[in-house]
């Protein structure tokens, strides 16, 4: 029997991306493996050796910079999330409303009495 493959994922606020950055994510125009969620996106964090094949042209340096501080700790993915942990080490950006992707549509259900 194989043994489970594990990777690291650092859970991080988006208040550690511009909004301009959330926005890109949110119509998938970020050069980078990214998958967008209601309250943030899940993003891969390359290998040390492979930070010199990103498209600064189409990755902001805001997420350059939190891809950096994930390796650094040695993570594999980043959850990014508007509730998630916010971090010393990293800038914070101001947004208006939450920082997420966008606002999910919530809706609420009565039970009957």
Not at 8 to 13: A, K, W
Not at 27 to 55: K, Q, S, T
Not at 83 to 109: F, W
Request: charged fraction near 25%; charge should be negative.
């Amino acid at each position: 029997m194989s043994e489970a493959v594990v990777f690291l994922v650092m859970d991080c606020s988006t208040v550690h991306l511009r909004p301009e950055t959330l926005q890109a994510i949110r119509d998938e125009h970020v050069g980078h493996l990214l998958y967008p969620n209601p309250y943030g996106a899940f993003c891969w964090v390359p290998d040390e050796a492979d930070f010199g094949e990103i498209d600064e042209e189409t990755v902001p340096q805001d997420l350059i910079d939190v891809l950096r501080f994930a390796r650094k700790e040695s993570c594999d993915w980043i959850k990014f999330d508007c509730d998630g942990t916010e971090y010393d080490e990293l800038p914070k950006y101001e947004h208006e409303g939450t920082a997420g992707i966008s606002q999910p549509e919530l809706s609420v259900v009565q039970a009957a009495a």
